[in-house]
């Protein structure tokens, strides 16, 4: 049954499933369109959630074109979600009604295994429920993302978003954010590391800002000539046309860690060598085959390559402090629902800058 923590708000009456809209696909090669479905009644550890803002991820164009296989129809994509409670299951105590929280790339897990208990449940031994394209672990129905007027989560995935945020600009911090911040921290980036960051998009330039934040030495390197003084304005100290041969030359074993956000397959060498002494590349951006690459790239000054999957939910929780505490934030471009498609067509041609936002806080 579903109560109400805000003794201002009245009760929701019988908890029964809610009628939602969203925008999704039913076939790889069909636009983004609108659908409407239910989201299930709470239970007792649920909360349900009127999203204000979602951020648009490549992964949500990957996963409704059909990159990584077939998904489950209609896909529903949005995995950058802010919004405020609006019913809490009556056994939620860490979130009221009207609280602003956040959503990302997972919304439930075993909560028992080794690796949930170290917060880890992205590694869920059981596998993590993911907001979008993931069967529900009690009912097996695929679950819908961000790009609907509403949600509802098991409690412990739904982050606090800290007081003074600008909720409007706070969604692309739930993937972007929290898949650049944990393999920095992971690797202990500080103000001695020299950090490069590979790809001006979504990701990429959260990592500029985080690294600059955590006091690294960041440069960028870019496919794009032009990307180059918005990297040094987002705090990149140097950059590099990754095109341009003499210039990757001149910057062989320069670098202490590498994150890679690229979201293609592609060749690696030309990257690995730019890592000096045990220097270490992560790749976060390409989940599809990889060419192969020459083992004296790795072996010859002892490099690592390596990957990083989000983040748990305790340092995503981390992070969106850190970025409270650092006034750190996405640059957003707002969009309506019905420009998603237009959206997607500009993300594959490598024109945003450098993530898109759908602006649900005047409805959908
Ligand atoms: P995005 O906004 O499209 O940015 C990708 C950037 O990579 C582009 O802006 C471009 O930057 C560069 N790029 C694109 N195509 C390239 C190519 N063929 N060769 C070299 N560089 C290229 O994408 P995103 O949202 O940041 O996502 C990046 C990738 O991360 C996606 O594949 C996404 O699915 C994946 N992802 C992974 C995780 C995880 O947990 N590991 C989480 C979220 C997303 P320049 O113009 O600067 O070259
Ligand atoms: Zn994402």
Not at 136 to 153: A, F, L, P, Q, S
Not at 276 to 284: E, L, T
Not at 322 to 349: G, H, S, T
Request: proline share 5%; glycine share 10%.
């Amino acid at each position: 049954m579903a109560t109400t923590a805000d003794p201002q708000s009245t009760t929701q009456g019988a908890n029964q499933p809610t009628p939602a809209k969203g925008w999704g696909t039913y076939a790889s090669d069909q636009p983004l369109q609108p659908i409407e479905f239910e989201r299930r009644a709470l239970r007792p550890d649920d909360v349900s959630i009127k999203i204000t803002y979602a951020g648009i991820c490549h992964s949500d164009l990957h996963t409704v074109r059909g990159d990584w296989g077939e998904p489950a129809r209609p896909a529903i994509p949005g995995h950058e979600i802010v919004g405020r409670v609006t019913a809490i299951g009556s056994e939620v105590t860490r979130h009221r009604v009207g609280d602003l929280v956040a959503v990302g790339c997972m919304v439930d897990s075993c909560m028992t295994c080794d690796q949930c208990l170290d917060g880890w449940e992205v590694f869920c031994r059981e596998g993590c429920t993911q907001t979008y394209n993931s069967p529900d672990r009690h009912t097996g129905e695929n679950t819908k993302g961000g790009y609907t007027d509403h949600i509802v989560v098991r409690d412990h995935f739904v982050l606090k978003v800290p007081d003074g945020m600008d909720e409007a600009r706070v969604a692309p911090l739930l993937c972007a954010g929290i898949t650049t911040y944990s393999p920095l921290r992971q690797y202990n980036v500080g103000p001695t590391t020299k950090v490069a960051v590979v790809g001006l998009g979504g990701l990429g330039h959260m990592g500029v800002k985080l690294a600059a934040a955590m006091g690294a030495h960041v440069t960028m390197i870019t496919t794009t000539p032009s990307k180059g003084e918005d990297a040094r304005a987002l705090g990149a100290h140097d950059v590099i046309i990754s095109t341009d041969a003499e210039q990757m030359q001149a910057a062989a074993t320069r670098f202490d860690f590498i994150l890679n956000t690229i979201p293609v397959s592609h060749e690696i060498d030309g990257y690995l060598h730019l890592l000096g002494r045990s220097g270490r590349m992560v790749i976060v951006g390409a989940l599809t085959p990889m060419p192969g690459f020459v083992g004296a790239s790795l072996i010859w000054w002892n490099r690592a390559v390596g990957g990083s999957a989000i983040g748990g939910i305790p340092e995503t929780q981390e992070m969106l402090d850190f970025c409270a505490a650092e006034d750190i934030y996405p640059e957003v471009e707002f969009i309506r629902m019905n420009q998603v498609n237009e959206a997607y067509e500009r993300l594959l041609k490598n024109d945003v800058r450098y993530r898109f936002v759908i602006d649900m806080s005047h409805g959908l």
